[in-house]
């Protein structure tokens, strides 16, 4: 049997929530009586009784629906002959406030087939072209839940050996994006988004977003947590504002302020992508095509027409040479064009950490500071300048080659700063906030410089570990400040940087591993002595 | 923090249990109550309580390892902030007998990193060549189930797209092989398998085994239960007798009978082909060279030295034309080779199903009465008699050219049939049981020739499906009768075939499937009209 559901919702006639199953389904029935399962796992569960199973023919680990009414939700079948009775289930708690069951309702569990799109799947495996409509029907089974790890590592690893061509990638991001919700904005929607991998980066939105608002235009930036850095700008927004913010509150503060610096993690814009980050993560690939698609469906789903793309590019980045970065970039450009999105990309410095700080509090501090004082880092304060300048120019805010020059005066006039304190406000923050009230890791320790002579090299990849290894981004205020850049001269004696943490002993893993990854690296250093 | 466990247990100086683990482990200790859990999954389970995880910095649907003396095994996390107090853990019952942990004892839970093999997956996906012990840390970890779902259908992905080479199967082969149980014998170890795929094939066995135990030969054969087809071998012998020996049992039996049929599934003999097969499984993929590792490792694993290889080639079977044959047999005598088994591969026509029987209980009716009445089925007795002759010969217990006669010779003169009993009993079952006695499904539906004509195709694919859907192999008595093969003629309501089943649905189910598959072609037939 095949059910097909299709909800429309709209929200003050801003938001469309469009999401579509297609499933098959055994016509077995049976009733069951709802118990809650209060327990947190990483897939929604339900437990029922090993006669009832046996009776069913459901195995333990099989992925049922659990339906009631015409709603239902995929979870995977554990069987016990104490927990519960004949009759009886118990469901996550996922599951259940998913489809607003209570304890005491009845559900019926329903047998899963071989996924609609199974053989698209199949297809994609063995190097086969995908339709429109194939990739829509294999993106809708993914969000629905049907599949295990296992079908979705096979499409990710897929990719990896057979790439998308250019119209089948233009499908599965608009697949990703119809998926979820799609938030509608009246006026037209502006963003910049970062690639990333380059520490410090993430406060680089906290200037920039105020600038391109403080221009009139609408720019509701959603971003995500760190992952594998030590701060996402979700994580640095968060320290001086809420960031977890609903589609009623996005919708409202975007008419009222015009910035947003919001995370984009419960909203389920794209929910696709979630689902393989996840999966990306564990087998530790990030195939490019995936990445532009994971960027630009999130885009999509809130509307962004214009959209500048920076692509950090240097040792330790995501990105380490000119090649990938303009193989990247073209990548983005096609698929712009594709999917009707107005777009530049920058290929950026990203050699070393941007600015001074890298954690959430440090950076959030820094932020702050540069946008009060009006002066700090150059490589912050020129890339914020740099990105919003090239979207004022895109947007024709202003004509072409004086985008920058329009955002410094910003920048300087000291609008960005009110505009940020409007966005701080509107998100349930302190407007008022000074630097000095943001609290940072209380364990500090500072490494000095052994000679004097030039730093040479910051490496990126062992600030990140040694970061994190402070705590970031759970210990807000854990992180790297950095007394110098490259190309500082130091004397003997001079401090190169402090790492800051509220646990002691995450402190002290941080500290060995200084020796083993030197972060800073000074002209003339000796870097080790063997044996 | 690196653990090396290693275990090396004899059982009666012939069972040799070898067994590794390394992994990567952090340091936090923290002792957990044990209670049990009473569910059945398809993973090891773990329940703490939500503020122990939150302390340990554990995290829901993560593995870890509970740890009990110098033992640990891998179990899935889920918390509660009911199910269990701070201090306290919920252990699923296969963790928890695994560990021989009882309620109320302490144990360990220790988070795991990344696996140590996880740089070697790495370099598989990538396409680079893996040496020796890199293989066998990556299946040493796989089998030490630290690894999920998406990690291994990445490695069998791999091999679609970058096939191993020659060496690394073999590497591949020895690891799977190494890491679970060996059984050792003290006289040479022959077998006889089928890469399978023709319906009817599963008790093929229970005729050339018999043949070559009477020979004096030792054949302990494993063989697995059914997956896709509606018999294994297992599933077929299961009727007449256990097949669910312990080691022990084994070693015994093969001393006193020389020949075993049983079921290789809970022997914990190459474990990782278990874990590979039930991701192929999802994924609908049968890497050949995984199918040939498969193969070898189950034998490697009981020591076999001297083996026959059967491949079926037909419309409907596994392997569908003689090239494809030929290049799988040429895997296969290349790692025999390389791994020191001496082989020889027999390419069988299999474009119908062998004998006239497809289900467990029917199968091993036909394969009694067969010995018993020394005649029976051509295909049956002739496939059974050239494995069990070719063995003969490659054993050097007939010379080359007169073991098919001489293993005719054994089966005339009712001696297979004399062997056939003493391994029923020896495995536990009723060697005086007659034919009659096996009970076939109680339902049955037979299919008339509409009209004259010649039998002209035998459909493996429509058999296959129409017996599972009568109910096999979980329903014994369940499976098809054929009264005809190709070639015979026919006259207008002349039995076709019959349906046998336990379940009055399920054999209205295969019912209507025969219209849709229709399973056996009589020429001249009119096969649908549209619309």
């Known amino acids: 049997m095949i059910f097909y559901l299709k909800v429309f919702k709209t929200v003050k006639s801003r938001v469309l929530f469009v999401y579509t199953f297609v499933v098959y389904m055994s016509s077995v029935k049976r009733a069951f009586r709802v118990k809650l399962l209060d327990v947190n796992y990483d897939?929604?569960?339900?437990?029922?009784?090993?006669s009832d199973a046996h009776e069913q023919g459901i195995s333990p680990g099989s992925i049922v629906l659990v339906t009631i009414g015409d709603k239902f939700h995929p979870a995977n079948v554990m069987t016990s002959s104490t927990m519960v009775n004949p009759g009886e289930c118990l469901l996550s708690k996922d599951v259940a406030s998913e489809l607003k069951i209570s304890s005491g309702d009845l559900v019926g569990v329903k047998v899963l087939g071989l996924p609609q799109s199974f053989s698209v799947l199949k297809k994609r495996i063995s190097g086969e072209k995908l339709s429109e409509r194939e990739l829509y029907s294999l993106i809708r089974d993914v969000v629905s839940g049907v599949y295990g790890e296992a079908e979705i590592a096979a499409f990710l690893l897929s990719q990896l050996y057979n790439p998308l061509s250019d119209e089948e990638l233009s499908y599965l991001i608009k697949a990703m994006v119809e998926t979820g919700v799609i938030v509608k904005f009246e006026e037209t929607v502006h963003d910049i988004h970062s690639v990333g991998g380059v520490p410090g980066n993430s406060k680089v939105a906290l200037i920039s977003v105020p600038i391109v608002a403080s221009a009139g235009l609408l720019i509701p930036k959603t971003s995500s947590r760190a992952i594998t850095s030590p701060a996402g700008t979700a994580d640095t927004m968060e320290v001086l504002a809420r960031v977890d913010l609903d589609v009623g509150e996005i919708v409202e503060i975007a008419r009222k302020v015009k910035?947003?610096?919001?995370?984009?993690?419960?909203?389920?814009?794209?929910?696709?992508?979630?689902?393989?980050?996840?999966?990306?993560?564990?087998?530790a690939?990030?195939?490019?095509?995936?990445?532009?698609?994971?960027i630009l469906s999130k885009k999509l789903a809130m509307s962004v027409e214009r959209l500048i793309i920076d692509i950090p590019i240097g040792r330790g980045a995501k990105v380490t040479s000119m090649i990938e970065a303009e193989k990247l970039a073209s990548i983005f450009l096609r698929q712009a064009g594709l999917l009707g999105i107005s777009i530049k990309v920058a290929l950026t410095y990203g050699g070393q950490p941007i600015g001074t700080t890298i954690g959430p509090a440090l950076e959030a501090w820094e932020a702050l500071t540069t946008l009060i004082e009006r002066k700090g880092s150059k490589s912050l304060i020129d890339k914020a300048i740099l990105l919003a300048g090239l979207l004022l120019e895109l947007s024709g805010k202003t004509p072409p080659g004086i985008g920058e020059e329009a955002?410094?005066?910003i920048f300087l006039s000291g609008r960005a700063y009110?505009?940020?304190?409007?966005i701080i406000e509107a998100q349930g923050g302190n407007p008022e906030i000074k630097p000095s009230d943001i609290p940072i890791g209380k364990y500090t320790y500072t490494v000095k410089s052994q000679l004097e002579g030039a730093v040479t090299h910051i490496d990126n990849t062992a600030i990140t570990l040694i970061a994190r290894a402070c705590g970031a981004p759970q210990d807000k205020g854990a992180g790297v400040k950095l007394h110098v850049k490259v190309g500082y001269r130091v004397n003997k004696e001079d401090p190169l940087l402090t790492l800051y943490s509220n646990s002691e002993s995450r402190l002290d893993t941080a500290i060995s591993l200084l020796r083993e990854n030197p972060p800073i690296i000074v002209e003339g250093m000796l870097l080790k002595t063997l044996p």
């Open 43 to 50: 897939r929604p569960l339900i437990i029922i009784s090993e």
């Open 259 to 283: 910035g947003l610096l919001i995370w984009g993690g419960k909203l389920y814009m794209a929910p696709a992508d979630d689902i393989f980050v996840n999966i990306e993560r564990k087998l």
């Open 285 to 294: 690939i990030d195939p490019v095509q995936q990445m532009v698609a994971s």
């Open 407 to 409: 955002a410094r005066e």
């Open 418 to 422: 009110e505009k940020f304190k409007q």
